[in-house]
């Protein structure tokens, strides 16, 4: 029978990854979903 240690079981964290890039990506497409939304409203409340 295997035995599962504590190391197995806890998530690697790997300090070298950085996620900068993808929280510009997810702050463009908010902004892109948000502008879409806005423009849609406007258009719905000037005709």
């Known amino acids: 029978m295997a035995k599962s240690t504590k190391q197995q079981l806890e998530p690697q964290h790997n300090p070298s990854i950085n996620l900068k890039g993808t929280l510009i ?3 463009l497409l908010g902004v892109f979903i948000l ?3 806005f423009g849609c409203y406007y258009l719905f409340l000037s005709r």
């Open 25 to 27: 990506a997810v702050m």
């Open 35 to 37: 502008a879409t939304w």
